[in-house]
């Protein structure tokens, strides 16, 4: 009796293992063959308000250079807090580093305000559902803010993330800009 318990229980463990090592080559196989099907994301042509109201198209801006790219909110508490980080990188960068640009998903008269209230300088542009829409097509599926991505001389995206960015990442992203 005791040798049968001792078999089924040798059994049951066999299986359990056999089912574990199926299903983490099935999560393996899964994790692998959606980063093989991963295509770069390029860049397109796109228009959003700049801060007074203007049309501008992002591809006047980029000018075949590296571009940091910064969605963001004002009410959004990670976006209030990277600004003035972002702002310095722009106002003490050398002519050969990444521009910056800032998409606010907002309404432009609170961008103006907050904007005016922190001094920010570089490049603003303001939308709604249309720039949540490109956000989407850059590579943030999920929506968060803050996002922020370098787009490469060539309009490749080569970095990107979806948190607030620290000064490490802004020394990450001049050394993938400067490739």
Not at 72 to 82: D, I, L, Q, S, V
Not at 109 to 130: C, H, K, M, R, T
Not at 131 to 150: D, F, K, R, V
Request: proline share 4%; aromatic share 8%; glycine share 4%.
């Amino acid at each position: 009796m005791r040798n049968l318990i001792g078999q089924l229980t040798r059994k049951r463990i066999l299986i359990i293992i056999v089912i574990s090592s199926l299903l983490s080559l099935i999560i393996f196989y899964v994790i692998n063959s959606n980063n093989q099907d991963l295509q770069p994301i390029y860049m397109d042509s796109f228009v959003l308000d700049d801060l007074d109201g203007q049309p501008l198209d992002i591809l006047d801006l980029h000018n075949q250079e590296p571009l940091i790219i910064n969605f963001w909110a004002t009410w959004c508490a990670p976006c209030r807090k990277e600004m003035p980080l972002l702002n310095n990188y722009y106002l003490t960068k050398n002519a050969d580093q990444a521009n910056v640009l800032g998409i606010a998903i907002d309404e432009i008269d609170q961008v103006n305000s907050f904007v005016a209230e922190l001094g920010i300088d570089f490049p603003i542009l303001v939308g709604q559902s249309e720039a949540y829409e490109l956000m989407q097509t850059l590579g943030n599926s999920i929506l968060t803010l803050p996002y922020t991505i370098l787009v490469n001389s060539e309009g490749r995206i080569i970095w990107s993330k979806s948190t607030e960015i620290k000064r490490e990442d802004l020394e990450q992203i001049q050394h993938l800009a400067n490739k």
